[in-house]
């Protein structure tokens, strides 16, 4: 068993590698060979020695009456190597400070893939309200995360040009707050990006069945990156000082840290090419989505020897880091080769990447972060490494697996009800989450009269619908229906929300159906001022200038081939906020 550990070891470092820095040797006798470097030589040669070390000290120092499995000692050495390719990665992030600090001081424009362009950066203004909330928050972790001086602008990769928007700022890459963690290296990183969600947050409850999830010993060699995609810096804060009230013992030995991109990190959004027939609504989410992605995986690859890629409103098994781990270790040993273990079959959720192998995928989504979403990503990418032009697609779902081999469980599920593009319901739900509604009540401005020609099932009707008492339902809207509200008197209204449909019946929305008001000045004619997307959701706002009104209502243009259901009605004013 020894002698093949040796000569497992012995492939391992001195066997043919595709390595540009490996030069062949002379071939005066008819023979090549892989000249190593120096660095990896010594490396090599002590691993062999401290393996050498740890199998004699069990054979003659142990009390063991039997050696110990083959398989678990080849999974020690997969683990060793793994490791070993994640300082080979960091070493190669060296050469590339060193590349940097050489041509700034040769006086080279060097662009640097950090974004320093060969000037000092310049320090962000911070607006006067969130110094304020910086000095209540004072003697907290959270308060910290804003000093400016001491952010440390991403490491992406070839960014610049890839995402050229970037160079429009000099800080685009520096994040716009981080709330640091005390950890320079852990085993697994696990990233959970967060934004603001149309109804409910999950990040909490995320959280705590992720901590709950770890053992003692898990907690010291794992770190949780909450990353927030949003520029509103106060929502960003108090999401931080939220987590840090919730968690402090995880904050403080540093667990779990918190960050945020700068706004210029993002480009313009509304100038994304429409793809694969969805909306722009969709296309933007699903941009900014991988956008986040890659800080998030570029801003990891360099914490830890595996990323384990999350979502903010996941559920975890009980001690699932342990069963990540032993996975893990074996596959390392039976498939080598892998590129991506999945711990869930649910769209980019519980995938583990080996540190030193992510750079390729963020290459990857860099080029086509606004042609597809995330999880349509991960099958390319598998499809373009693995798959061959001249077989069926059937074969390239076999040959998938070998680079990315699946738990036999899922360890993770959703429980997100309301997905962060708004409007959107997400089907998966665990049930232990609690009950879910089937509408929200607000407190709207009081009507005179309602008009409509749908036909309304029971007692869902839209009047006890507008009162926050139940869900409208309606039979199959035809073309020219009509579901008006007229005020009791004219109402000056900011803002008004129309979400149709609800989780126990998803397809019961307006469909080719716009919202329209009536100004008073208008006399009888309606004006159309927002459309139902295809979530079912029409929302928008409008100017003091406009009104007042005597009526908001909802026109169909279309027959529907379903019912129509309005699970929440929202009428804002500029005098007086509704409350949910």
């Known amino acids: 068993m020894i002698v093949r550990v040796v000569a497992r070891l012995l492939r391992i470092f001195f066997g043919p590698r595709n390595d540009s820095r490996i030069t062949m040797a002379p071939t005066g006798r008819g023979c090549c060979g892989c000249a190593l470097p120096p660095r990896r030589r010594i490396t090599a040669g002590l691993v062999i020695f401290f393996v050498a070390i740890v199998i004699s000290f069990t054979i003659f120092g142990s009390d063991m009456p039997r050696l110990p499995r083959e398989d678990e000692m080849e999974e020690h050495i997969a683990e060793m190597q793994s490791h070993l390719m994640y300082l080979e990665s960091m070493y190669r992030n060296r050469q590339e400070d060193i590349l940097a600090l050489q041509a700034k001081v040769s006086g080279r424009n060097f662009t640097r893939i950090r974004g320093t362009f060969g000037r000092q950066d310049k320090e962000t203004p911070v607006p006067p309200h969130i110094t304020a909330l910086i000095k209540n928050l004072n003697g907290t972790r959270a308060a910290t995360g804003l000093k400016t001086k001491s952010l440390t602008t991403l490491q992406a990769p070839v960014a610049y040009r890839l995402l050229p928007h970037l160079m429009n700022d000099v800080n685009s890459l520096k994040p716009a707050y981080h709330m640091k963690s005390s950890r320079l290296y852990t085993e697994y990183v696990i990233g959970i990006p967060t934004v603001k969600r149309d109804k409910e947050s999950y990040l909490l409850i995320c959280l705590t069945h992720l901590v709950g999830g770890l053992t003692e010993a898990d907690e010291k060699n794992i770190l949780m990156i909450v990353f927030v995609g949003e520029t509103d810096l106060e929502y960003v804060i108090n999401t931080a000082h939220q987590i840090e009230s919730m968690f402090p013992k995880q904050v403080a030995s540093g667990l779990i840290e918190v960050m945020s991109p700068s706004a210029s990190y993002y480009p313009d959004l509304d100038a994304i090419p429409l793809s694969l027939g969805d909306s722009q609504k969709r296309v933007k989410w699903r941009t900014k989505q991988n956008l986040d992605a890659i800080y998030l995986m570029s801003y990891a690859q360099s914490k830890g020897t595996f990323y384990l890629m999350l979502e903010d409103d996941v559920i975890a098994r009980k001690n699932y880091m342990q069963d990540v781990k032993k996975f893990t ?20 959720i519980g995938k583990l990447f080996r540190s030193s192998d992510l750079v390729h995928f963020i290459y990857y989504m860099e080029l086509f972060y606004g042609n597809m979403p995330i999880d349509w990503l991960i099958e390319s990418f598998l499809a373009d490494r693995i798959c061959s032009m001249d077989k069926s697609s059937e074969h390239c779902g076999k040959s998938k697996l070998q680079i990315r081999p699946r738990y036999k469980t899922p360890l993770f599920q959703h429980i997100g009800l309301y997905s962060s593009l708004k409007g959107k319901i997400q089907k998966v ?9 089937a509408h929200y009540a607000h407190d709207n401005p009081p009507l005179r009269a309602i008009h409509s020609n749908i036909m309304e099932h029971a007692d869902h009707t839209a009047k006890r619908a507008y009162e926050g008492h139940t869900f409208f339902w309606g039979v199959k809207p035809k073309k020219g229906d009509v579901l008006e509200f007229w005020f009791e008197k004219p109402t000056e209204i900011s803002s008004f929300l129309f979400r149709s449909s609800n989780f126990l019946h998803p397809f019961d929305k307006f469909y080719e159906s716009v919202v329209e008001v009536l100004p008073v000045a208008f006399g009888s004619n309606f004006t159309m001022v927002h459309s139902f997307d295809e979530f079912g959701l029409a929302d928008g706002e409008l100017k003091r200038s406009m009104g007042p009104f005597s009526a908001i209502r909802i026109r169909v243009n279309k027959d529907s081939p379903y019912w129509v259901l309005l699970s929440e009605i929202e009428v804002k004013t500029f005098d007086k906020k509704s409350t949910s």
């Open 329 to 348: 270790a074996a596959t390392t040993v039976t498939t080598p080769k892998w590129f991506i273990l999945s711990f869930c079959n649910v769209g980019g």
């Open 429 to 437: 739900k665990d049930p232990s989450y609690g009950t879910l509604p």
